[in-house]
């Protein structure tokens, strides 16, 4: 494989395109609603219509838009159906040349559309995941050519940091310093590895870049490795995203078969190969340290740090992980440059973020947006504010690691220190939103059940002071609790925060916390004397 | 090698280079009370009752090494009361009874419930229903009096080279194994060698036969067998 070759698949590929293309979105949310079905029927339609020259029908990834789903777009034209049924097929086809359609017309420059800035998400809804070639046409596998074959591995990661690119996991940390820390450390093989093991509740943003755009994250991951030295790969995806794993396998196949991956890429002499690892179901396995111990065939738990998996990650070698979108983001970066994307965002965080938008909120969906827009923006610009006509009361930013912000708060820009001061993270990108029919108490008590059963077991504050937490909101939500009660609450919230081995424990207690500061008036209501 | 020159507890000490927290608070006579730590087996940083405060910061003594220049206090009030807390979370996790307990005497749980003036719990009591098995011929587990600290795991794993231990469920649930899960009189990876028992802090590992207060632990053997094997090697 070299540049006219991958070139000429481009050209082939924008050659054989029909005219007008139906895009049907195949990704999981829709394909719970029949969307496998509509596409069918939409190329069963277009076959009947004798359109076959003129129009293809394309599964394509993630338009974004979930609560409105299935979604059917018609390109050229912008247009756009919601809540597609397969008996809406036929109508769409003959909307083409004028006829009437049933389905319900959407619109591609509503706010929820507008706002955005895709660049992890650029293709989702514009390509077919499970087509190389479609990805190549879009431009795909050319930073990695570039990366390669013009740049040093020094200058990738000199360009990686000068964008000023976090990891997207959850903490921020500066993806150059991490690349080039690896780079820098000494080991006879190294490692990428990718973290697909997103467990928040009520997020799917990685499942949405993995089943959407598989090939994004492969190139990003390929040119990590270019830059620190690595030949092998490993992608960690839960197993509760059997769609993402397939897709996953399938571009990791077509890939190899192109010379993408493998040995002697774009005919250099760097190698690099990617195997799936698939996760069991343990939410801790989210944690590099344990995600690394169940890579290699041991229980998914935490080991303290340092070392850092940098110096010695899996088998005890260098390794690089990030997270999906952290990769996702790399290609556009090579490709644009790290002054492009460095403009994009605030001081401290660069680029854009990709959240999952769900809860009380109207529009439900997945976006992504640059660093810095205001929560408020978020929530009632793009959420279209409370689902059912009713005032937004707060938000959960970063899953049961992070806190809950208070509506009277909504003008903090979202990025990584404005989210911190006011008492919640960044995370990995879930905003469940809550109106004033959702109880805070339960709220941090269904959060804090949820890091109990998901405690790995290995320390004691985790393992033993989320049960005693939880039980403690039970008896405060049974209406059973005394101030002493709340006292207790605080003193082991803190106790599990600062002694926690790692950050499922350490962040624990953020709801608790977090509901404690914001809502203690929800908190009296239910303790009395308080 | 180098040495390390650092501070505990306001107190200039000398440190050899990759040595941890604890062993070198321990060369300079200053105690910190551990659970999962045992002489002779690797450090997995558990239980966190070896916390100090690094320059301000907690981190475990027993799985962070020392460097030239450090602060570390490893007894004050912060540190006191978030070790209570922790032993507390452990007497309330699962039946820990001294009375009827046949380690009452030689325990190390018990040890630092007295230590830390541990005179009662304020958590409610868990009090699950744990299995004892006994189905070894010369041994038995009562999972009641387990602390999860996977010493056992450990001496079996390390210094046996057998591995017919470790843990399976999460969180509370969590319950050291023998093989697949299976009785440990059925095990067919256990060498009856008895490691497990000397490394076990608690009454969880026993010889059967052993009564109230018998059960007398040698966890000090582990480290030992693994001396003299460095010795002999």
């Known amino acids: 494989m070299d540049l006219q070759e991958l070139q000429q698949i481009a050209r082939r590929e924008r050659e054989r395109s029909r005219r007008i293309r139906i895009h049907c979105c195949t990704s999981s949310g829709c394909q719970a609603s029949d969307a496998l079905e509509i596409k069918r029927r939409l190329d069963e339609a277009v076959s009947e219509a004798g359109l076959d020259s003129e129009v293809e029908v394309v599964g394509v990834g993630c338009l974004g838009f979930c609560g409105q789903g299935p979604m059917v777009t018609v390109e050229p034209g912008d247009v756009l159906y919601e809540h597609v049924r397969p008996d809406h097929a036929a109508g769409i086809v003959a909307a083409i040349n004028g006829g009437t359609c049933e389905a319900e017309r959407g619109d591609l420059h509503h706010p929820f559309f507008a706002r955005q800035y895709p660049i992890v998400r650029k293709n989702g809804g514009k390509i077919d995941p499970e087509r190389i070639e479609e990805y190549i046409a879009a431009g795909g596998y050319r930073s990695l050519y570039r990366a390669i074959n013009e740049l040093t591995p020094a200058e990738v990661i000199d360009e990686i940091t000068r964008s000023g690119l976090r990891g997207r996991g959850g903490a921020g940390y500066p993806t150059g310093l991490k690349w080039s820390t690896v780079a820098k450390s000494r080991g006879d093989r190294k490692y990428i590895v990718c973290n697909g093991d997103e467990g928040d509740p009520g997020a799917f943003m990685d499942r949405s870049v993995l089943e959407s755009d598989p090939h994004l994250v492969l190139e990003g991951m390929s040119i990590a490795a270019y830059a620190v030295g690595a030949d092998q790969g490993y992608i960690y995806v839960r197993g509760e995203y059997p769609l993402a794993i397939q897709r996953l396998q399938k571009a990791i196949n077509q890939a190899k078969k192109l010379g993408l991956l493998g040995s002697q890429i774009f005919d250099s002499a760097f190698d690099f190969r990617v195997d799936i690892r698939v996760g069991a179901g343990a939410f801790v396995c989210g944690e590099e340290t344990a995600l690394i111990a169940s890579i290699e065939g041991r229980r998914g738990q935490p080991r303290p740090r340092p070392p850092y998996p940098a110096e010695s990650g899996l088998w005890g070698k260098p390794t690089l992980i990030n997270n999906v979108e952290t990769f996702a983001n790399i290609s556009s970066i090579v490709e644009r440059g790290s002054a492009w994307y460095a403009n994009i965002g605030t001081e401290t965080s660069k680029g854009t973020k990709v959240f999952a938008l769900t809860g009380k909120i109207r529009n439900t969906g997945l976006i992504e947006v640059p660093m810095g827009m205001t929560l408020r923006e978020i929530v009632e610009e793009l959420g279209g504010g409370a689902a059912d006509g009713g005032e937004v009361k707060a938000v959960q930013t970063g899953g049961p690691s992070g806190g809950c912000i208070p509506a009277s708060l909504f003008d903090t820009p979202v990025d990584y220190e404005s989210l911190a001061k006011v008492g919640s993270i960044m995370g990995s990108g879930g905003m469940v939103v809550m109106d004033e029919s959702t109880n805070m108490v339960e709220l941090a008590k269904f959060y804090m059940e949820f890091c109990m059963d998901e405690s790995c077991g290995k320390c004691i504050p985790c393992r033993v002071g989320t049960v005693q937490i939880h039980r403690l909101l039970g008896k405060i939500t049974a209406g059973q609790a005394t101030p002493a009660d709340i006292e207790q609450l605080r003193e082991l919230c803190q106790l599990v925060r600062d002694t926690s081995l790692c950050g499922l424990g350490q962040s624990a207690p953020n709801p608790v916390i977090s509901t404690l500061r914001y809502f203690p008036e929800e908190y009296a209501a239910l303790v009395p004397n308080e | ?233």
Request: hydrophobic letters at 40%; aromatic letters at 4%.
């Open chain 2, 1 to 233: 090698m180098a040495a390390k020159t650092l501070k505990i507890n306001g107190t200039m000490v000398s440190a050899r280079e990759g040595e941890s927290i604890l062993e070198a608070a321990r060369d300079a006579g200053v105690a910190i009370p551990t659970l999962c730590h045992l002489d002779g087996l690797s450090d997995v940083g558990a239980c966190r009752l070896c916390l100090v405060e690094v320059g301000g910061r907690l981190r475990p003594a027993c799985t962070t090494a020392v460097a030239e220049g450090m602060e570390i206090q490893t007894n004050t009030d912060r540190l006191h009361a978030y070790r209570r807390q922790i032993v507390e979370l452990l007497f309330a996790e699962r039946g820990h009874v001294c009375a009827v307990c046949v380690a009452s005497g030689h325990c190390e749980l018990q040890d630092l419930a007295v230590s830390l003036g541990m005179d009662h719990v304020r958590y409610e009591y868990l009090a699950p229903t744990c299995a004892v098995d006994i189905s070894h011929e010369r041994f038995g587990i009562d999972h009641n009096r387990c602390v999860l600290c996977v010493r056992c795991v450990r001496a079996c794993d390390e210094v046996e080279g057998v591995h017919t231990w470790d843990v399976s469920g999460r969180g509370t649930s969590a319950r050291v194994i023998s093989d697949m899960n299976q009785p440990w009189g059925e095990s067919e990876s256990c060498t009856s060698c008895g490691k497990c028992l000397l490394a076990c802090p608690t009454g969880a590992l026993f010889s059967r036969g052993a009564t109230v207060a018998e059960m007398e632990h040698d966890p000090g053997r582990i480290a030992l067998i693994v001396e003299s094997r460095k010795v002999r090697g």
